[in-house]
C-alpha cells in the first residue's frame, strides 16, 4: 500500500540536489562556493571518497545522501558481487545518511527494501518532468521509505532539448514539490548542450581543462542554477534539505 505522505508545507520550498558523478575536486568546490556565497542549503548524493568529502560534511547547510551506481553489475562489467555491496560500500562512508538517489535512477522493490534495511528513509529516484502535467508529491510506501520524485534534472533537460523550461515561472507556479537535480560537472561547464559534455568528458578529472570547455553563454546549466537561485529568494521561497520533508 502506498501512502499520501504530507506533514510538510512545502509550496514555498525549493529543493536543490546534487548528484556528484565521481567530479573532480574542485569541480565539486566549484558548486560548494556559489552555495556557500548565498547561504543555500542543498542535497548532495555521494558517489566515492575524496578530500572536498571533509568540507561537505563540515557545512551546516548541506545533507549528504548516497548515489550508488549499479549500472557496472546491470552490463555484467563489476566483481563487486551484488548490488548490497554497493550500497554498503557507500553507507560505509555516509552512516548517516538518510537520503539516496542511484546513478541513472535505478531502482527496484528488492533494492528499496535494501535501502530500507540500512537505515535510509528517503528515496529520490523518480523523475517526473514539470511538463508532464503531474503534481509531484513525497509519499510513504511498504517500508517506510519517502519517496521524493524531482519535477528537473539537467542532463534529462539537455538530452529533450526543453530550452523553453529555462522559463522560471514554469518552475515557480507549479503547485507541487520542487526539487531540482543538478550534477557539479554540468555547473561549472554550464552545460547548454549534450554535446558540450561529451567533447568535454575525455578531460572529466582535469579541472583545468574543463574549464576550457565552459559556456560563456546566458544560457546554460550554471546560468539556470544562479538565476533560480536569485529569482527564488526575490519570491520569498526558502531553500530546503530533503531530510526536512522528513520532519
Same mark, same amino acid.
Given at each position: 500500500m502506498i501512502y499520501q505522505y504530507a506533514n510538510f508545507n512545502y509550496k514555498k520550498s525549493i529543493f536543490l540536489t546534487f548528484d556528484i558523478d565521481w567530479a573532480h575536486d574542485d569541480v565539486i568546490k566549484d558548486t560548494i562556493e556559489i552555495l556557500n556565497a548565498e547561504n543555500i542549503k542543498a542535497t548532495f548524493f555521494i558517489t566515492h571518497d575524496c578530500e572536498v568529502l571533509? &568540507?561537505?560534511?563540515?557545512?551546516? *547547510?548541506?545533507?549528504?545522501?548516497?548515489? $550508488?551506481?549499479?549500472? $557496472?553489475?546491470?552490463?555484467?562489467?563489476s566483481d563487486l558481487g551484488s548490488f548490497t555491496q554497493v550500497i554498503d560500500y557507500l553507507?560505509?562512508?555516509?552512516?548517516?545518511?538518510?537520503?539516496v538517489r542511484s546513478h541513472s535512477l535505478v531502482q527496484s522493490s528488492r533494492i528499496l527494501d535494501y535501502f530500507a534495511s540500512c537505515g535510509l528513509r528517503i528515496d529520490a529516484n523518480l523523475y517526473i $518532468?514539470?511538463?508532464?502535467?503531474?503534481?509531484?508529491? $513525497?509519499?510513504?510506501?511498504?517500508?517506510?521509505?519517502?519517496?521524493?520524485?524531482?519535477?528537473?534534472?539537467?542532463?534529462?533537460?539537455?538530452?529533450?532539448?526543453?530550452?523553453e523550461n529555462?522559463?522560471?515561472?514554469?518552475?515557480?507556479?507549479?503547485?507541487?514539490?520542487k526539487v531540482f537535480d543538478f550534477?557539479?560537472?554540468?555547473?561549472?561547464? *554550464?552545460?547548454?548542450?549534450?554535446?558540450?559534455?561529451?567533447?568535454?568528458k575525455p578531460h572529466y578529472h582535469n579541472a583545468g581543462e574543463l574549464l576550457k570547455f565552459r559556456n560563456h553563454g546566458a544560457d546554460g546549466t550554471r546560468q539556470f542554477l544562479l538565476d533560480l537561485?536569485? &529569482?527564488?529568494?526575490?519570491?520569498?521561497?526558502?531553500?530546503?534539505?530533503?531530510?526536512?520533508l522528513l520532519t
Amino acid at each position: 500500500m502506498i501512502y499520501q505522505y504530507a506533514n510538510f508545507n512545502y509550496k514555498k520550498s525549493i529543493f536543490l540536489t546534487f548528484d556528484i558523478d565521481w567530479a573532480h575536486d574542485d569541480v565539486i568546490k566549484d558548486t560548494i562556493e556559489i552555495l556557500n556565497a548565498e547561504n543555500i542549503k542543498a542535497t548532495f548524493f555521494i558517489t566515492h571518497d575524496c578530500e572536498v568529502l571533509n &568540507e561537505l560534511r563540515s557545512n551546516k *547547510n548541506f545533507e549528504l545522501g548516497i548515489h $550508488p551506481n549499479f549500472n $557496472p553489475l546491470l552490463n555484467a562489467e563489476s566483481d563487486l558481487g551484488s548490488f548490497t555491496q554497493v550500497i554498503d560500500y557507500l553507507m560505509q562512508l555516509m552512516p548517516d545518511a538518510k537520503s539516496v538517489r542511484s546513478h541513472s535512477l535505478v531502482q527496484s522493490s528488492r533494492i528499496l527494501d535494501y535501502f530500507a534495511s540500512c537505515g535510509l528513509r528517503i528515496d529520490a529516484n523518480l523523475y517526473i $518532468p514539470v511538463n508532464s502535467d503531474i503534481i509531484c508529491r $513525497p509519499f510513504s510506501i511498504w517500508n517506510n521509505i519517502l519517496r521524493v520524485p524531482h519535477f528537473w534534472e539537467d542532463d534529462l533537460h539537455l538530452l529533450g532539448n526543453n530550452t523553453e523550461n529555462y522559463d522560471l515561472s514554469i518552475f515557480f507556479n507549479y503547485e507541487g514539490l520542487k526539487v531540482f537535480d543538478f550534477h557539479p560537472i554540468h555547473v561549472y561547464l *554550464n552545460t547548454e548542450s549534450i554535446d558540450r559534455y561529451e567533447n568535454a568528458k575525455p578531460h572529466y578529472h582535469n579541472a583545468g581543462e574543463l574549464l576550457k570547455f565552459r559556456n560563456h553563454g546566458a544560457d546554460g546549466t550554471r546560468q539556470f542554477l544562479l538565476d533560480l537561485i536569485r &529569482e527564488s529568494k526575490s519570491r520569498g521561497f526558502t531553500f530546503k534539505l530533503l531530510e526536512e520533508l522528513l520532519t
